[in-house]
């Protein structure tokens, strides 16, 4: 890939770029020779050739300070994003020439880790063996931070999720159920199809405040004109089901959580009118470099979530 680059670069002038970048940042030739481990009279050159390619004058000083002239402010602008260009056409080929491989650092909530996320790990692991996705878990919020840090690649959360460097792509609706005990030992009987009103007055084990799943749920009360009584607050959804297993409340769970091998034989599913949903959405920075390897993940996400709404 070195050739690959070298081509780009001598193409595309980068070293020019560069060059021009840090004199702005320094306001100095020799200041930004001196960051490049090159001399003054080279940097000189590299800004010469430049204006002449571009025949436009680029810098100007300013007292002892080199600044950009307006022409100059306006490359400085595409500076980052050509840099970005080159380096996705880079891992592109890379990707082609090596097939896919590396890391993926992929954050989501713990339901989705649980009932959504090991098929479709389990699938790139047949298809890819090469490619590692490192899964980690948390709430929206956190999760949307670490994206927009560049800690993590992509994300698979709740929506809303607050970002403006962020690009959010629908996955699927999960549709929220509430859950009772088979067995109530004194709890109220409930209908087929659940209300506001019907849950508002009893004891429910709900997701933690910070959650965005919870605030669906406040909102969902909240519309009717209610609010919940919670007599637990967890960060599991496995957690809650066995709370309301052992007879310590109702609960309000996303539907995929009861699904497949999360049904469980202690508790029964009860619709919820109005309808309630969640949006899980795939987040990653818009100007994130989008390798062969996270190309592969996010695709196989997206088919996974299509799937799933058939």
Not at 263 to 278: D, E, F, T
Request: aromatic fraction near 2%; hydrophobic fraction near 45%.
């Amino acid at each position: 890939m070195r050739c690959i680059r070298n081509t780009l670069e001598k193409t595309l002038n980068l070293d020019q770029l560069r060059s021009f970048g840090l004199v702005i940042e320094t306001g100095s030739f020799s200041a930004a020779a001196e960051r490049l481990g090159v001399s003054q009279p080279a940097v000189s050159l590299q800004i010469r050739q430049l204006e002449r390619r571009l025949a436009v004058r680029l810098i100007e000083r300013v007292g002892k300070r080199a600044r950009a002239t307006p022409a100059g402010m306006e490359l400085l602008r595409h500076v980052p994003h050509i840099d970005t260009a080159v380096e996705n056409a880079i891992d592109a080929l890379a990707d082609h020439a090596s097939g896919v491989a590396g890391r993926v650092r992929l954050g989501t909530g713990a339901t989705a880790c649980l009932h959504f996320l090991p098929g479709v790990l389990r699938t790139l692991r047949e298809q890819f063996p090469g490619l590692g996705v490192i899964v980690s878990t948390g709430n929206t919020e956190d999760q949307a931070r670490k994206v927009e840090e560049n800690s993590l690649d992509l994300a698979l959360v709740t929506l809303p999720a607050a970002g403006r460097s962020l690009a959010a792509t629908p996955v699927l609706e999960d549709e929220f159920v509430a859950i009772a005990p088979v067995d109530a030992k004194g709890l109220a009987p409930l209908r087929a199809k659940l209300t506001p009103a019907d849950l508002g007055a009893l004891p429910l084990v709900l997701f933690e405040p910070a959650a965005n799943t919870r605030k669906l749920v406040d909102r969902w009360f909240a519309a009717a004109g209610l609010q919940p009584q919670a007599v637990m607050e967890l960060g599991s959804v496995e957690a809650m089901k066995e709370m309301v297993a052992a007879g310590l409340g109702y609960g309000i769970v996303p539907g995929m959580s009861m699904t497949g091998r999360g049904a469980h034989p202690g508790l029964r599913v009860h619709r919820l009118s109005p309808r309630m949903h969640r949006t899980l959405a795939v987040v990653v920075r818009r100007d994130k470099p989008v390798s062969k390897a996270l190309r592969v993940v996010l695709d196989a996400i997206v088919a996974a979530g299509r799937r799933g709404r058939r």
